[in-house]
């Protein structure tokens, strides 16, 4: 198991999210962290049925991809993940992969009862975004989302990288800026690990 998770949610796998995560990643291996990567598109993860078997046990009975993605979360320190702005939210490959989450929620708040806020976060998560306007709001559902998401791993939304203004494949890569942050995100990352 890896210290760091990175999970691309674009069904580009050159995309402009995927290019940036690839640097974050580069920049936390640089500073000595060991990283797993995994491409949301390659993975067979259904979306939530609302069987609610996991009001049971926490345990989703839907068993595909998710559990193996879900245990290399909960071993990792920190996760990053990266998902495009459709339709101001995350992609459908990454809701669908968050919303399966909801198995941990179940365990987390109903069978484990614990209460929101009293206990500290014990991992740290970034959240990496893109999206092609540039309105003020344009982060806002996904960011929501994401946090409350972070939030039933037992983890804070350490950072986010939030990019307008890119719409084509490799958009990105005219804006070095976006790039440079990527990584000095990655590297900060892995060093709060260890701190
Ligand atoms: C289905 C779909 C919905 C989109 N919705 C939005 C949107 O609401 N706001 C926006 O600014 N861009 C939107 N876009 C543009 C993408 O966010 C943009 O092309 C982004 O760079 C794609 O990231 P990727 O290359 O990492 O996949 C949408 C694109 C698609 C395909």
């Known amino acids: ?14 995309g402009n999210s995927s290019l940036l995560l690839s640097r974050a990643v580069q920049g936390a291996r640089n500073a000595g962290c060991t990283v797993q990567e ?24 839907i068993r595909d991809d998710f559990q193996g993605l879900r245990d290399h979360i909960l071993a990792a ?3 990053i993940l990266a998902s495009p702005i459709f339709f101001y939210a995350v992609s459908s490959h990454t809701k669908i992969f968050m919303d399966r989450f909801q198995s941990l929620w179940v365990r987390k708040y109903r069978i ?3 209460i929101s806020g009293k206990v500290p976060y014990r991992r740290k998560g970034i959240f990496i975004s893109v999206g092609a306007t540039k ?7 996904a960011v929501l989302s994401v946090r409350y998401f972070f939030d039933v ?15 084509m494949e490799g958009d990105v890569l005219n804006r070095p800026e976006y790039l440079e942050n990527a990584y000095g ?11």
């Open 153 to 167: 791993l037992d983890m804070e939304l350490w950072d986010t990288l939030l990019c307008r203004e890119l719409d």
């Open 38 to 61: 995994f491409v949301l598109r390659d993975l067979r993860i259904s979306p939530c049925l609302e069987i609610y078997q996991c009001q049971r046990n926490g345990e989703c009975a």
């Open 135 to 141: 309105g003020p709001r344009l982060f806002d559902g």
């Open 77 to 79: 320190k920190g996760l």
């Open 112 to 114: 484990d009862r614990e």
């Open 1 to 14: 198991m890896a210290d760091l998770v990175a999970v691309y949610g674009s069904p580009r796998r050159k």
């Open 185 to 195: 995100l990655g590297s900060a990352l892995a060093a709060q690990l260890y701190a």
